[in-house]
Each structure stands twice: as C-alpha cells, then as structure tokens.
Antibody
C-alpha cells in the first residue's frame, strides 16, 4: 500500500525556518517525482515545489523561490522541504504528493500544518 | 498558465447532473487532472489526462475537453460528493490549480 506521511509542521515566527519531511512507503521511491502542495486557510490548492525522481531537477512556485528548498534521500525514501524566511502567507497545510508520468498526483499524504505567527 | 474554474460554488439536488468547467489561459493539450477535496482529508484524484477515470473512482464522474476548455461532470450527484473540486494542468511548471468549485446539496 502506497503511503506518504508528512511531519515537521508547527508554529514558527515570521522570518523563521522549518523543515518538513515526507516518509514514503509501498512503492519504488526512486522512480517517482514528488511534489509539495499547500492549502492556506480558506484558499485553494497551490503548487509549491517539485523534484525529479533522481533529485537532479527541481521547480518552485514564484512565491517561494529563493526561500524554500526541496530535496530527497532515495536511500531513506524521504522527501524534504526546507522553508526559510517564513511569511504570514506561508501559513498552510502542506501536502506531499506522488506524480505519475505527466498525468496527475495519484497519491497524497494527509498533510502537516504550518502556522506562522508572532 | 492560469486555470479558471466556474462556477466557484453550486448547490444541487441528489440525483442531479452537475457540470464544472475549467478554462486554461493557453493550451494544455490533454494534460489536465481533476481532484476532489473534502475538509480534513487528502485530495483524491478523479480524472487524469482530461478524460481517464482513475481506478476506483465511481463511474458517475467523467471528464472531457482538450486544449483550453475542460469539463468535469457528475452524472447523478450523491451526498458523498459534497466537496471542493479542483482542476490542475500538468503541461508546464508551475503546475497550477484552478480556484476550486465547492459543491453542496440543496
């Protein structure tokens, strides 16, 4: 059974940093691209970042480029999102998702909540 | 690429046919997916490649379209379909989502 389990969310002050993790199981981790998607309170889904299966290619939303870094450890089946210079508008539920081909996200985690507040 | 969904919300009776549209600011071929999202749960893939039903998804859900105009149809609305529905383009980064359509029951 495919599982994606996020962790690392919590309360952080504006300007602070946080590292999110996503533990994957039930599939051959190194063969899939993985993405982070977020949903701010009362808002819709928003693409945050993507990483290729081998980690060589990354993409970011304009809103987070230069502040967030996506990475993965294929030996540990782990996906990460290092978040820095956090802003109030980064407060959201963050989901990791598996991308299959160029078709869609076929599996999602349950999300981890990031709260940015002073 | 920007995606515009309409309507932003709707309310229909059980058994009604419901249609949601998604318009892309430029062509995305058929690289479009539809998701269902219920509060407190992970989004669920319904349709990929514009019209391919994801395994396990009820057949009352269907998708159509290509290029810039797409449609998600629920042929007979059920109480468990109350959710917000999103389209997403997967042809170029950033992989934008539509603004969502909140579906309720009258």
């Amino acid at each position: 059974e495919v599982q994606l389990v996020e962790s690392g969310g919590g309360l952080v002050q504006p300007g602070g940093s946080l590292r999110l993790s996503c533990a994957a199981s039930g599939f051959t981790f190194s063969t899939y691209a993985l993405h982070w998607v977020r949903q701010a309170p009362g808002r819709g889904l928003e693409f945050v970042s993507a990483i290729s299966n081998d980690g060589d290619t990354t993409h970011y939303a304009n809103s987070v480029r230069g502040r967030f870094t996506i990475s993965r450890d294929n030996s540990k089946n782990m996906l990460y999102l290092q978040m820095g210079s956090l802003r109030l508008e980064d407060m959201a539920m963050y989901y990791c998702a598996r991308k299959f081909g160029n078709s869609a996200y076929d599996y999602w985690g349950q999300g981890t909540l990031v709260t940015v507040s002073s | 690429i920007q995606l515009t969904q309409s309507p932003s919300s709707l309310s229909a009776s059980v058994g009604d046919r419901v249609t949601i549209t998604c318009r892309a600011s430029q062509g995305v071929n058929n690289y479009l997916a539809w998701y269902q999202h219920k509060p407190g749960k992970a989004p669920n893939l319904l349709i990929h490649r514009a019209s391919t039903l994801q395994s396990g998804v009820p057949s009352r859900f269907s998708g159509s379209g290509s290029g810039t105009d797409f449609t998600l149809t629920i042929s007979s609305l059920q109480p468990e379909d109350v959710a917000t529905y999103y389209c997403q383009q997967l042809i170029s980064y950033p992989l934008a989502f539509g603004g969502g359509t909140k579906v309720g029951i009258k």
